[in-house]
C-alpha cells in the first residue's frame, strides 16, 4: 500500500550493528504496528502503538526497541544486531475503529545481518 | 497469545472452488474476523471482514456460523494469480491481533 512506506527497503548488516528501520504513513492512522516474518513462517508482532505516546510490546520484543516520533511515524531499531535477527520486517498501521480495525501493510524491509 | 488454526496448506487447480476454514473458539464479542492475502516478499493485503453470516465482495466470501467460533472463507473460481498465503484474524479478549501461520495456497494448472 503506497500510503504506508518503508527505509530502506534493503539492508545488509555486520553483527553487532546499531540499525533503524523507518516507516510512515500519510493515511492518518493512530495506530502503527512492527512485524517480522522469517522464511515460510507467519507474521510475529513486534511492537505497537496505539498513539504518540503509547508504546506496547508485542509477542517478540527482546533485542528490539521503538520510537514514536509523530502520528505518522514509527521506527523499529535492532540496538546490537544478531545473525538470527534476519527477517523480513513490515510496518502495518490500523485506523482502530472498534471491531474492525483493519490492517494496512507496508512493502516490507528484507534485513541480512551477517 | 491465543492464535486462530487454519490448515497449513492447500492445494487446487485453475477454475475451482476454494474454502479455506479458521477456527477461533474465544473471539471477542464485539470484534469482526478478518482474512488478509499475502503474496511473497509483499505485506499482507486486506481481502475480507466480517462479524456474522455471510459477507461476499468483488473477491470472496466470508461464512461465519452463528456460534462465530470458526469462518470459512470461499474464493470462487480461483486461478493461477490466487497462489499466496491466506491469514484468519481474530481478537481474543484483552490481546492484540495475531497472526497465525496462515493457510498456503497453490493453484495448479
Known amino acids: 500500500d503506497a500510503d504506508v512506506t518503508q527505509t530502506p527497503r534493503n539492508r545488509i548488516t555486520k553483527t553487532g550493528k546499531r540499525i533503524m528501520l523507518e516507516c510512515s504513513q500519510t493515511?492518518?492512522?493512530?495506530?502503527m504496528y512492527w512485524y517480522r516474518q522469517d522464511p515460510g513462517l507467519g507474521l510475529q508482532l513486534i511492537y505497537y502503538?496505539?498513539?504518540?505516546?503509547?508504546?506496547n510490546k508485542g509477542e517478540i520484543s527482546d533485542g528490539y526497541s521503538v520510537s514514536r516520533q509523530a502520528q505518522a511515524k514509527f521506527s523499529l531499531s535492532l540496538e546490537s544486531a544478531i545473525p538470527n535477527q534476519t527477517a523480513l520486517y513490515f510496518c502495518?498501521?490500523?485506523?482502530?475503529?472498534?471491531?474492525?480495525?483493519?490492517?494496512?501493510f507496508g512493502p516490507g524491509t528484507r534485513l541480512t545481518v551477517l | 497469545l491465543a492464535k486462530t488454526t487454519q490448515p497449513i496448506s492447500m492445494d487446487s487447480y485453475e477454475g475451482q472452488e476454494v474454502n479455506i476454514t479458521c477456527s477461533h473458539n474465544n473471539i471477542a464479542t464485539n470484534d469482526y474476523i478478518t482474512w488478509y492475502q499475502q503474496f511473497p516478499s509483499q505485506g499482507p493485503r486486506f481481502i475480507i471482514q466480517g462479524y456474522k453470516t455471510k459477507v461476499t465482495n468483488e473477491v470472496a466470501s466470508l461464512f461465519i456460523p452463528a456460534d462465530r467460533k470458526s469462518s470459512t472463507l470461499s474464493l470462487p473460481r480461483v486461478s493461477l494469480s490466487d497462489t499466496a498465503v491466506y491469514y484468519c484474524?481474530?481478537?481474543?479478549?484483552?490481546?492484540?491481533?495475531?497472526f497465525g501461520g496462515g493457510t498456503r495456497l497453490m493453484v495448479k494448472p
Open positions: 493515511k492518518g492512522h493512530d495506530r
Open positions: 502503538s496505539f498513539d504518540v505516546k503509547d508504546i
Open positions: 484474524l481474530a481478537r481474543w479478549a484483552g490481546n492484540m491481533l495475531t
Open positions: 502495518a498501521t490500523s485506523d482502530g475503529v472498534t471491531g474492525t480495525d483493519t490492517q494496512y
